[in-house]
């Protein structure tokens, strides 16, 4: 089963930043879409942001924009998500996600083959 793993996660303090961090050691996404999901206690799982491997167009959720940028190294088969002036209502676990191959960036979790377990990101005010 191939497994994505995040890393990156913490606790900062509001206006803080963290740089997260997701390999896939046991596959090669560069043609796939990968992305980044969150989930707060009692909330469903919620889109941040995706990138392309074809052409690398990226999307950003508005509750990002402007704040956090994803990148992604294809040579370290490595794509990473800055985030930056965090806010208390950002914290959440975060998940990185990939697709099985190219396609158009989806907001939608479904759309998503591949997941990571996960890291807890928590910004107090």
């Known amino acids: 089963q191939v497994q994505l793993v995040e890393s990156g996660g913490g606790l900062v303090q509001a206006g803080g930043s963290l740089r997260l961090s997701c390999a896939a050691p046991g596959r090669t996404f560069s043609s796939s879409v990968m992305g980044w999901f969150r989930q707060a206690p009692g909330k469903e799982r919620e889109f941040v942001a995706a990138?392309?491997?074809?052409?690398?167009?990226?999307f950003y959720a508005d509750s990002g924009m402007g704040r956090f940028t994803i990148s992604r190294d294809k040579a370290k088969n490595t794509v990473y998500l800055q985030m930056n002036s965090l806010k208390p209502e950002d914290t959440a676990v975060y998940y990185c996600?990939?697709?099985?191959?190219?396609?158009?960036?989806?907001?939608?979790?479904?759309?998503?083959?591949?997941w990571g377990q996960g890291t807890q990101v928590t910004v107090s005010s």
């Open positions: 996600a990939a697709t099985s191959a190219d396609r158009y960036i989806s907001r939608l979790p479904y759309e998503y083959e591949y």
């Open positions: 990138i392309r491997g074809s052409g690398g167009s990226i």
